[in-house]
């Protein structure tokens, strides 16, 4: 009997929407079940663009039940949202998408259920064009962010903030980093281009390439022999800003899962220190490394706390991609606006805070901090520099631009979509002899 892949996304995207769980943990658990690539395929798609619209189509089922499901019957529920998905988002053939929808019920051993699902998007289909206004009328339902995010952003980038939301809802390319150390950029995109990808140079950043779709990397020319690394272009401004020569001491705090000190090791022959709290995902730090035939001291520790690990030689060069709320990056991690609340963000600052006033000492004069952050909240991004600014004399911030994004009070905000990049804010500091 084959296996029913919108029965397997209704339960996964349930446990997603409802019940906290990420998208790539629900992933990784369901696809093996899935031994056809198109229905893997489907099953990503299904639960990305379901995570994706569940703020929308969420709100829609309501309207259209007599009594809500979301409780009483989750995985229902988030068939019926992704029956709406498929119609809504995917385009799928109106016939085919209802009937499969439909038939799904049966997988999920409700066959009772099926009347109802077919009645509920058939006056999906009759009802469209008013069910769709109301959903426009608010931002949160027209754009599928929480409301809390949505006031923000209207807060921090008022003329920004409409397509900040729409640049979270589109699929981004995927793009990749050259290891410089094994290969080079044209080299790759011939051997790319030659297996039939579309794969062309990024225009500003020098170790970029863009393909136009998601695929499995680990499926392309060069992956195995360490080649690239998949890395949004944003991420990949680090390097630059770290301004590296040979020889330096430089740590990356909060590394996990590496691909900025990988970069930065691609660039020069540097002493690098890979830091991360958790060991897990410390483990993921060294398996990159391998694949791309770089070294690095990786280290378990807090970077709150450097007196554990810390070894009393100063850094010339600091990197501190910090924990944050991950708004700028909703449209890879299309789950984070599901999960994360308002009332996280005081937790994130404080421990912003301790993090960048910790790792200051570590400096050593004449060297440069980079803040970074996948943010674009202000109160994470130049409301913490600022504040470190204000605490230590000896402390400059460094002035740049970038080709996208804008100027913020301390540091360079890219916005989602930017240059079709993800959100990323940067900060870089020196410290004064």
Same mark, same amino acid.
Request: charged share 30%.
């Given at each position: =009997?084959?296996? *029913?892949?919108? !029965?397997?996304?209704?339960? @996964? &995207? !349930? *446990?997603?929407? &409802?019940?906290? @769980?990420? &998208?790539? /943990?629900? =992933? /990784? $658990?369901? @696809?093996?079940? #899935?031994? *056809?690539? $198109? *229905?893997?395929? #489907?099953? =990503?798609?299904? &639960?990305?663009?379901?995570a994706r619209w569940w703020l929308r189509f969420d709100a829609a089922i309501d309207g259209l039940l007599e009594k809500p499901l979301r409780h009483k019957d989750p995985a229902i529920h988030a068939l019926l949202v992704l029956g709406l998905v498929q119609l809504e988002i995917l385009e799928l053939q109106d016939y085919a998408a209802v009937a499969a929808t439909v038939e799904a019920t049966r997988s999920l051993k409700r066959p009772q259920l099926a009347g109802l699902v077919n009645a509920v998007l058939r006056r999906w289909q009759r009802e469209r064009e008013t069910l769709l206004a109301k959903l426009d009328a608010r931002p949160q339902t027209r754009h599928a962010h929480p409301a809390w995010l949505a006031s923000a952003l209207a807060r921090d980038w008022p003329m920004q903030a409409e397509a900040v939301m729409a640049a979270d809802n589109h699929e981004p390319p995927l793009m990749l980093r050259v290891n410089r150390r094994r290969s080079q950029r044209q080299e790759l995109i011939t051997q790319l281009q030659a297996a039939g990808h579309a794969a062309t140079a990024h225009p500003w950043l020098a170790d970029a390439l863009v393909l136009p779709h998601s695929t499995d990397v680990t499926r392309l020319p060069g992956f195995e022999d360490g080649a690239f690394a998949v890395q949004d272009g944003s991420a990949q401004v680090a390097a630059d800003l770290a301004d590296l020569q040979d020889g330096m001491r430089v740590l990356d705090a909060c590394a996990a899962p590496g691909g900025k000190a990988c970069h930065l090791l691609e660039r020069a022959d540097i002493d690098l220190t890979a830091l991360e709290h958790d060991g897990v995902r410390a483990e993921r730090i060294r398996q990159n490394l391998m694949r791309l035939r770089l070294n690095a001291k990786v280290v378990i520790g807090d970077a709150g706390a450097p007196a554990s690990w810390w070894k009393r030689q100063p850094f010339d060069r600091i990197l501190i991609d910090a924990p944050c709320s991950a708004t700028g990056v909703l449209r890879r991690r299309p789950d984070v606006r599901l999960h994360r609340r308002e009332s996280d963000i005081p937790a994130m600052q404080a421990q912003q805070c301790r993090i960048l006033s910790a790792l200051w000492p570590l400096l050593a004069p004449g060297g440069r901090l980079v803040y970074i952050t996948c943010s674009v909240l202000r109160a994470e991004n130049e409301a913490i520099v600022g504040g470190l600014l204000a605490e230590h004399s000896d402390a400059q911030p460094v002035d740049f631009s970038l080709p996208v994004g804008q100027a913020a009070a301390v540091g360079w905000q890219i916005l989602p979509g930017d240059g079709d990049l993800d959100g990323m804010y940067y900060a870089v500091l020196q410290k004064q002899r």
């Open positions: =009997m084959k296996t *029913d892949t919108r !029965a397997i996304a209704a339960r @996964a &995207l !349930a *446990d997603i929407a &409802l019940r906290g @769980a990420s &998208l790539r /943990e629900v =992933m /990784e $658990r369901n @696809a093996p079940r #899935l031994h *056809d690539p $198109r *229905d893997r395929a #489907l099953l =990503m798609a299904l &639960l990305s663009e379901g």
